[in-house]
């Protein structure tokens, strides 16, 4: 049997993963948290942190450099925001042959368009982010959060964007040497260039040839490194933590990823329902029972939000039981709303401990 802190205390990685707005920014900071007061060396990978926790955090730039944390704690913990746009230059420095081709790149107007704004570049950038922070060796645990979308497969497909790219049939046709055997394929190339540069103007078509040409002999290099990282992500050293709200519509979006998380054999260790009703000392029978006793004025007023609170609870153990149905085995905790957003160190405390605290959690086969 497994519990949350077991996780915390076993994995190289944890990704969180979920729709839009449950919570992930949140669980993966005070996951980073827990796992420094387990005397862990934890790093959290933050995308677009709230600004109020990003300055409590002392990550308010975009900054690809892990930021200590001081605390009373015996581990170590660093958050950084990621910056998706100086990533993407580093991944290119690094893999290019030399200075002068990565400059050819970082320099090409259709890159630097790109790099920020193809659709799966920030999770592309996590994924990187994450593997050189594992790699790095500075680090006993590193937790990532992921961006809000609502397609899991953005961040499982990621390692891939570059390697697909340069793989595309545009791409070869683009850089087919125009002699030999080629020059056909060249030639047809050169055609629905001439075409599309009557549609988007000369230039763009002339930066888009200049990018895929510059990238010439690094394209082994970005499928091998792209391969590494879906290893890393499938290995048993990695965590999904699955988050959700207990909202009906949040949990089907967490049952969507949860199969696409299966179609690729990834399992979840942990799903994180956040922003559950705090539980009252009541149940459903009790509240219906104080319901009758024809209370008046304020009394009667306390009793129907006493009823409906009670029976709002009630609704979402019940959806959050029957998505633990199609889970399989994996460790459930429960976090209560909070009475305010979660901006500093001691919510993110608060959190921690309902994210390892025995009771909050339940092992489900
Ligand atoms: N249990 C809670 N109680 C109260 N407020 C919470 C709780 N969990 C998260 N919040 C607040 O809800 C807001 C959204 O949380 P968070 O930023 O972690 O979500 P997210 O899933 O990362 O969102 P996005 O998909 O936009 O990145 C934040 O303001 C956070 O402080
Ligand atoms: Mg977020």
Same mark, same amino acid.
């Given at each position: ?146 961006? !809000?979308?609502? +397609?899991? /497969? ?5 390692? *891939?964007?570059?390697? @697909?790219?340069? %793989?595309? #049939? =545009? ?74 709200? !207990?909202?009906? +519509?949040? /949990? ?5 990823? *949860?199969?696409?998380? @299966?179609?690729? %054999?990834? #399992? =979840? ?97």
């Amino acid at each position: 049997m497994t519990d949350y802190l077991d996780i915390i205390k076993a994995k190289d990685v944890i990704v969180c993963c979920g729709t839009g707005g449950v919570g992930k920014t949140t669980t993966a900071a005070a996951t980073a948290l827990a796992a420094a007061r387990a005397g862990r060396s934890a790093v959290v990978v933050t995308i677009d942190p709230a600004r109020r926790l990003a300055n409590a955090l002392g990550i308010d730039r975009l900054d690809n450099t892990p930021r200590i944390i001081n605390g009373p704690w015996p581990g170590r913990l660093a958050a950084l925001m990621l910056d998706t746009k100086s990533t993407f230059d580093e991944v290119v420095t690094r893999n290019a042959a030399d200075a002068a081709q990565a400059e050819r790149i970082l320099s090409n107007r259709f890159y630097r368009n790109i790099s920020t704004t193809l659709s799966g570049t920030q999770d592309y950038m996590a994924v990187e982010k994450l593997s050189e922070l594992h790699e790095s060796a500075d680090w006993d645990l590193v937790v990532v959060d992921t961006p !809000p979308t609502r +397609d899991a /497969l953005a961040f499982l497909d990621a390692p *891939l964007l570059l390697a @697909r790219l340069l %793989d595309n #049939s =545009v791409y070869r046709m683009l850089t087919a040497p125009s002699r030999g055997v080629f020059k056909a394929v060249n030639s047809a190339a050169q055609t629905m260039l001439r075409q599309l540069a009557r549609v988007v103007g000369a230039d763009v078509v002339d930066e888009a040839v200049a990018f895929f040409q510059s990238f010439e002999g690094m394209e082994d290099g970005f499928r091998s490194r792209a391969m590494a990282t879906l290893d890393l992500l499938a290995d048993d050293r990695t965590a999904f933590v699955l988050v959700a709200s !207990p909202r009906g +519509d949040t /949990l089907d979006e967490a049952r969507y990823f *949860l199969d696409k998380l @299966r179609d690729s %054999d990834l #399992s =979840v260790a942990a799903v994180v329902v956040n922003r559950m009703m705090p539980p009252l000392s009541t149940s459903p029978e009790r509240s219906a029972e104080i319901s009758r006793l024809r209370l008046r004025g304020h009394l009667s007023a306390a009793a129907v939000s006493l009823a409906d609170h009670t029976a709002a609870a009630a609704g979402d153990n019940q959806r959050v039981a029957s998505l633990m149905d199609d889970v399989g085995p994996a460790c459930l905790v429960r976090i209560p709303l909070l009475s305010s957003d979660v901006h500093d160190l001691r919510g993110l405390g608060e959190i921690a401990e309902h994210l390892t605290e025995g009771s909050a959690q339940v092992f489900v086969e």
